[in-house]
C-alpha cells in the first residue's frame, strides 16, 4: 500500500529563521509527483510547491524548497527567512502517474511562526 | 482563487437529517475528490469520479453517496446524520492524467454543523 507520513505534529519556528518538515513515502511506483498544501486558520488548502519523481533537481518557490531524496522516498520542505503568515497546517501528498490517480495524503504538520 | 466553488459555504442542521452539498470543478477538470476534515484532523477522502464514473472510494460511510453528473458538477449526500459528521468538506479536481499540471485544486470547503 502507499503511504506518505508526517512524522512531526507540530513544530515552531522563530520568525525570520529556516525550518525544515519533513516527509517519507512508501510506493513500488516509479514515476509520480509529491506536493506540499499549505493549510491557514482560513482552512483553504493552497499548492506550495510540486515535484516530478523524474526530476532530479530539487523544485523551488521563491522562499519555500524541498530535498527530495529518491532512493531514500523522502521529501522534506524547508522554509526560509520565515513569515508570520507561514502559520498553517502543512500537508504532504503523492500521486503515482498511474493507476487510479488517487492522492495520498499525509497527517499533517501543525507550523507556528513566532514574533 | 482555485477555480473550484463549492456551496453552501455553511450548512446548520439537525440529527437525522439529509444534506447535499455540491461541487464544480474548474474547467476541463475530469476528476473531482471528496475530503471530509474534522476539527484539527487531516484530510480524509471519501470519494473520487473521473468523467462520471466512480474511479477510487476512502472510507466513505454507507450513510453518505456522491455523484458527477455530465456536466462534472458533483454532488455529495449526507443522510441520517449524525454529531460526529460536524466537518469541513473539500472537493477538489485535478486536470486529467498526461497534462502538465497535476496538482489537485481545492474549493474552499463546506463547514457542516450538525446540531
Known amino acids: 500500500a502507499q503511504t506518505v507520513t508526517q512524522s512531526q505534529p507540530e513544530m515552531s519556528v522563530q520568525e525570520a529563521e529556516t525550518v525544515t518538515l519533513s516527509c517519507t513515502y512508501d510506493?513500488?511506483?516509479?514515476?509520480?509527483?509529491l506536493f506540499w498544501y499549505k493549510q491557514p486558520p482560513s482552512r483553504q488548502m493552497i499548492l506550495v510547491i510540486r515535484q516530478e519523481a523524474y526530476k532530479q533537481q530539487n523544485a523551488t518557490e521563491n522562499r519555500f524548497s524541498v530535498n527530495f531524496q529518491k532512493a531514500a522516498k523522502s521529501f522534506s520542505l524547508k522554509i526560509s527567512d520565515s513569515q508570520l503568515g507561514d502559520t498553517a497546517m502543512y500537508f504532504c501528498?503523492?500521486?503515482?502517474?498511474?493507476?487510479?490517480?488517487?492522492?495520498?495524503f499525509g497527517t499533517g504538520t501543525r507550523l507556528k511562526v513566532l514574533a | 482563487d482555485s477555480g473550484v466553488t463549492q456551496t453552501p459555504k455553511h450548512l446548520i442542521t439537525a440529527t437525522g437529517q439529509r444534506v447535499t452539498l455540491r461541487c464544480s470543478p474548474r474547467?476541463?477538470?475530469?476528476?473531482v475528490y471528496w475530503y471530509q476534515q474534522s476539527l484539527d484532523q487531516g484530510l480524509q477522502f471519501l470519494i473520487q469520479?473521473?468523467?462520471?464514473?466512480?474511479?477510487a472510494k476512502g472510507n466513505i460511510l454507507e450513510r453518505f453517496s456522491a455523484q458527477q453528473f455530465p456536466d462534472l458538477h458533483s454532488e455529495l449526500n449526507l443522510s441520517s446524520l449524525e454529531l460526529g459528521d460536524s466537518a469541513l468538506y473539500f472537493c477538489?479536481?485535478?486536470?486529467?492524467?498526461?497534462?502538465?499540471?497535476?496538482?489537485?485544486?481545492f474549493g474552499p470547503g463546506t463547514r457542516l454543523t450538525v446540531l
Open positions: 469520479y473521473y468523467n462520471g464514473e466512480e474511479r
Open positions: 474547467s476541463g477538470d475530469l476528476s
Open positions: 477538489a479536481s485535478s486536470p486529467p492524467p498526461g497534462s502538465p499540471a497535476n496538482e489537485q485544486f
Open positions: 510506493t513500488s511506483e516509479n514515476n509520480y509527483y
Open positions: 501528498a503523492f500521486i503515482p502517474v498511474s493507476g487510479t490517480y488517487k492522492y495520498i
